[in-house]
């Protein structure tokens, strides 16, 4: 079946520290994949996606690239800041419906 | 902007009552979904409506069941609430017309809820 890995957390850095939030995914056919982010007290809001092989999503200094060899689509950021702090989630979708991993809690401490 | 409501924040019901969770959206979105967010699980998809009055099971609808009598509004039933199913609610909505694209999904603050 569908699915998606991402690394568990919380993955805890320092401000302006760079930041990668692995992603996998296991899916029949070719996939839209996105990242959502939802900070504390709030839903989730796109934050990027790439509909493609070798897209690059990018938004708020926030990058992925869709990886089909490698079946990855890992987020980076060169320089996070404390309001980073927040869940990240990667998702994919093959029709309306998104399948969800299982989110990573970022923590940015000053 | 899209906005997508959620009736209440916080909920607290007994086992056994019935709960309704109610979702609003203001940009005229065809679909709406209901996922419920568990800790080490991710999101799951419960319910979702591709347009009036029609509705489709997600991945765990036991327990549940929806209404969507409006277009802008998918409320989600709990019969008889239990324990297990106290979790995040969050209701979300797209549209293929949206500038996203189909699969842009836009979600509400939700609603966390919890059955004593």
């Known amino acids: 079946g569908n699915s998606v890995t991402q690394m568990e957390g919380p993955v805890t850095l320092s401000e302006e520290a760079f930041l990668t939030i692995n992603c996998t995914y296991t899916a029949t056919g070719y996939p839209s994949l996105f990242w959502y982010v939802q900070y504390p007290g709030e839903g989730l809001q796109l934050l990027l996606k790439a509909t493609k092989a070798d897209d690059k999503g990018s938004n708020k200094g926030f990058e992925a690239t869709y990886r089909k060899e490698t079946t990855s689509f890992h987020l980076e950021k060169g320089s996070v800041q404390v309001s980073d702090s927040a869940v990240y989630f990667c998702a994919l979708t093959l029709t309306d419906k998104l399948i969800f991993g299982t989110g990573t809690r970022l923590q940015v401490f000053p | 902007d899209v906005k997508v409501t959620q009736s209440s924040r916080y909920l607290v019901k007994r086992t056994g009552e019935k709960v309704f969770l109610e979702c609003v959206q203001d940009m005229d979105h065809e679909n709406m979904f209901w996922y419920r967010q568990d800790p080490g699980l991710g999101l799951r998809l419960i319910y979702f409506?591709?347009?009036?009055?029609?509705?489709e099971k997600g991945d765990i609808p036991e327990g549940y069941s929806v209404s969507r009598e409006k277009k802008e509004r998918f409320s989600l039933i709990l019969e008889s609430a239990s324990t297990n199913q106290t979790s995040m609610y969050l209701c979300?909505?797209?549209?293929?017309?949206?500038?996203?694209?189909?699969?842009?999904?836009?979600f509400g603050p939700g609603t966390r809820l919890t059955v004593t």
């Open positions: 979300a909505s797209s549209s293929p017309r949206s500038s996203g694209g189909r699969y842009e999904q836009y």
């Open positions: 409506s591709y347009d009036v009055k029609m509705k």
